[in-house]
């Protein structure tokens, strides 16, 4: 694992002004090499060709009929869902338009209409996320319902299946992927009915309705009982798995933040997020998830832009002391399968945090 983990012995970041001054000189140092540039050629590519390969793979899924072939369908449609959901996720940060409002209706139209995730719980639960990466009570991804990723979570009084699942997470973690697209699309529905501010909900009851059961419709009008099952297991599952691998990489296995403890920006979004290093097709692959550090310290930059900015901000970081984490990809699940079987088991001091020792440093 290729790391930049220098010891850090200085002050503390929420009680001086100098965090906020180093995260403001990085910042001018990315707009002046023209990196927060939108990339509108792109981004219009991408979007002509979203609705033209679900509209593709759906004539090819009519012409093929009732067949276990269409397992291969489902598949291919797995993948795409999946990049079109990368795509909602760069329009809901802004990286696309300048424009806010045609960002949420890009994000709404992709995440929604077509590919049945509501744009307005995942906006929700994501804004949180990177506003306090990796910090208890704040983070809703690191509460998890099935895998425990802190020892505080891991520490709480569940059934006995529950607590047999935990002691073995390990092994079942890429399993349970499986289920993560039918859990996404669950959620979603659950969150555009349930009480509570949502910008319009209206909008996305409509596209979300129109979605799932036009989908339904279809693919039980196409396949017979069995097959339609089959294939919705498939395309679920896959999707879910997908999606699940994308994510996992990005910080699971770093540093859990206290939740009393202060961190200024620049620390906090990159000494909880790890990249994963690789050729240019990983980046297609992740949908540019693979740079997590610069996609945490700059959200609005565009995918493109993201694979030069790594080194600069990398090189910025290991000049100021700043721990930068980069390893591979098989290496990162390797990483995350180790660390939540230790927190599963119940072991003590799960992970060696850097914050602490940076706070007994002091």
Sequence with gaps: MDTIRPT?????????????????????LVRT???????????????????????????????????????????????????????????????????GRWNDWISIILGDLLVGMSYGWWQHKHTRHHANPNKL??????????????????ARHHGRVVTWLRAHQGLFFFPILLFE???????????????????????????????MVSYLVLVFLVLSPGIAF?????????????????FAPNHKGMPV?????????????????????GPRFL???????????????FPSMPRPHLRRAAPLIAEYCRDRGVPYTTTGLFASYGIVIRY????GLGERDVFTCPLIDQRSHI
């Design 8 to 28: 850090i012995r200085t002050h503390e970041p929420d009680r001086t002004s100098h965090g906020a001054s180093t995260f403001t000189d990085l910042a001018l």
């Design 33 to 99: 090499r023209g990196l927060m540039r939108r990339r509108y050629g792109y981004y219009w590519t991408k979007l002509i060709a979203a609705p033209l390969a679900v509209a593709s793979c759906l004539v090819v899924f009519v012409w093929i009929g009732d067949s276990w072939w269409q397992l291969l369908t489902a598949a291919v449609l797995a993948v795409v869902f999946t990049q079109i959901a990368f795509l909602g996720h760069d329009a809901a940060h802004r990286q696309i338009f300048v424009s």
């Design 137 to 154: 009570g704040s983070d809703p991804d690191i509460e998890l319902p099935v895998i425990a990723v802190t020892e505080e979570s891991a």
């Design 181 to 211: 697209g039918l859990s996404l699309h669950a959620s979603s529905v659950r969150r555009v009915f349930v009480r509570g501010r949502l910008e319009r909900r209206w909008a996305e009851i409509t596209f979300l309705t129109l979605r």
């Design 230 to 246: 089959a294939f919705l297991g498939v395309q679920l599952g896959l999707f879910g798995f997908y999606m699940g691998i994308a």
């Design 257 to 277: 933040v206290p939740r009393d403890m202060k961190l200024d920006f620049l620390r906090r979004q990159v000494m909880m997020s790890r990249n994963i290093h």
């Design 283 to 297: 980046d297609v692959a992740m949908g540019g998830l693979n740079y997590q550090i610069e996609h945490h310290l």
């Design 340 to 343: 939540i079987n230790r927190v």
